[in-house]
């Protein structure tokens, strides 16, 4: 090697780095404004091999604005070497100015990147370089090094690449107080807040221990099997708990307690909860009826292509459509479970639609692995936004902090549903049968994966907290805190994932469980749901433990339960009541409702200050004979659903008025007073706990 530009306290910019990366990531996230260089060189100037050659052109073809000498060409297996007197053990960043000259506009070819440390342990791992027809600084990523001489190898690959120069500096920590504590909805419960900013005041400086359930009744109906090995291989249990909505949809539905293991997780064993949503469809949509029950072995939450489903995802947010009456119905089915949960003043990690880009493309036109991406990014967001729209403003679900499950790939930013729809960013692990960067070929990979962390710090621009929401190996405390890789928790995928050598090795695991760095289940504070939340970033009215109001009818209503409410947000969801086609019946009459809304009611405050309120006015103009003493049809559409229940809390909180119809329907115990008792006997109605209505009044 040539004239290699050593430079040990030399400082640089981050923008002198790169500030055209391929992956077009913003490197401003970095704890400091300059990052420390530990070589500059040109390429041609490393050591080549295997092909790699240096040239001023290739095939007569010119490209000007290179530096020195010319540049290095590598046409597929040529590399080039390095080796660096690293000061300390931690992170590097290389970034080479290069150009992915062959393909055309939105490929990638493949290039690779390698390392053997001081400590004899080695790395590797490839990359895509994405088309370009001018010089762009590509960054292959942050690179563990031990202290003392490591030798670096990158080019390579499927590439047919172009090298000018290359810059290898230490990755500064991120700056972990960029994040956010503040959720996205601004109507967000207590529990919910306070939840987030518990996550937000250990996030970077901690990790959360996390464990997924085996769903379905797996486990001979042990649900509690992963908890007991950890237990007895740990002494202790994760803090956060997995959990899945899968078996709750319009198909084969059924009952298998997961939302009451939540609210017994959360509030009697003090655990947080998080959730994802394998969400099925019928492969033969095609000939699929609304409403129809379909055997489990029917049905598929893979893609088209790898399942031959007729479900066509692009068709799901075209309202109109049979996917999209599906797919509303399916998120009824969720919402009634996650109402349960937000009458129980549970807070939720929420992870919908999931690893949404999962495979990247590798089945020829761009689909991913689930349905939900099987249409591209641009689907796929508006879905996620629809999903967001529909919970909270049509079900009102405000107990949710919202997870998106991201990739690292060179387009994995065009698949983020923007800041104002995302609370927390995940990255699901999986790297011990597949995509090895430890330079082992089995066993547990302990890696902190620190080069995909800080790409999805950097997607975000440090504003939102990342977390590992699945995974094999845990990684190991000491490569998390040396290369700071702040992951917000981890949570082992159920069975083998957890239990089996392949994936972890018990002592190892203990010693993480174990640390001062892990928090587990008997760490978290006793009152993480609330004294947290603060209220600085919202401001509330209390209205009266017991307030007497009259209806337009001249009912007298008594609310005996305190209501607390966010002034500025105001209630504006329209409140129209909706036929769902998938659970009508052939023998009843179309029911036509239009809704009035006004907004002239105020209410007063514990200290009689008049505080604007929004109340709308549903004035039903026509309804069919099946509303007539249909307890619990608040929107008179014929059925009782969760919608029903919506309605009923609105009105007992003053945000809705009832008509006449309305009231008698809405009296679900029986005994001439709307209230809370009302609103919970027709959720337990509803979730088929109690049989019939209304509730005789005990005498």
Known sequence: MKRLFVKGGALVTAAAIGTALCSSLPMSTLAADEAEVLVQSE????????????????????????????????????????????????????????????????????????????????????????????????????????EGENTITFGGGWGFCIYDSMTLSRTPAPDYSKATDTLIDPEATTEARSLMKYLKSVYGSHILSGQQEIYGGGNDGNMELEFEWLQENTGKQPAIRGFDFMNYNPLY????GTTERIIDWTNNRNGIATASWHINVPIDFENYTLGDAVDWKECSYKNYQASNSTF??????????????????AVE????????????????????????????????????????????PEVYKELWKLLYTTLTETYGLHNLIWEFNSYNYANSPEWYPGDE???????????????????LTSG?????ITAIYNYLVELTDGKKMVAMSENDTVPTVENLTIENAGWLYFCPWYGDHLMSERYQDPATLSETYNSEYCITLDELPEDWKTAYAGSSDITTTTKPAETTTSAADGTTVTTTATETETESATTTATTEGTKDSSTETSEKSETTVTTTVTTAASTTDTEGTTTGTTVTTVDTTTAGSETEGLCGDLNLDGKVSVIDVIYLNKYIIQTLNLNELQLANADCCDDAVINSSDSTVLMEYIVELIKTLPVQPET
């Open 312 to 329: 066509n995802t692009a068709n799901a947010i075209v309202e109109g459509t049979k996917e999209y009456e599906y797919f509303m119905a």
């Open 333 to 376: 089915d969720l919402a009634e479970q996650l109402l349960i949960l937000q009458e129980n003043n549970v807070p939720l990690l929420f992870r919908p639609l999931h690893e949404a880009q999962g495979n990247e493309g590798n089945y020829g036109d761009g689909t991913a692995w689930f349905w939900w991406g099987d249409r591209g």
């Open 253 to 256: 539905g059924w009952e298998d």
């Open 421 to 439: 729809y995302v609370d927390i960013v995940a990255y699901d692990k999986y790297n011990v049968d597949y995509n090895r960067d430890d330079g």
């Open 43 to 146: 390429c041609e100037d490393l050591t080549l091999a295997d092909g790699a050659s240096v040239a001023t052109n290739v095939y007569g073809t010119e490209y000007p604005g290179y530096t020195g000498e010319g540049f290095v060409w590598v046409p597929n297996s040529g590399t080039m070497t390095l080796t660096v007197d690293a000061p300390e053990t931690g992170m590097y960043r290389l970034v080479s100015k290069c150009i992915m000259y062959l393909g055309a506009e939105g490929e990638t070819r493949e290039a690779a990147v390698s390392v053997v440390r001081s400590d004899e342990s080695t790395w590797s791992k490839t990359v895509k370089i994405a088309y370009t027809d001018t010089w762009n600084d590509y960054s292959f990523g942050d690179i563990k090094l031990t």
């Open 444 to 448: 547990p990979n302990v890696s902190a």
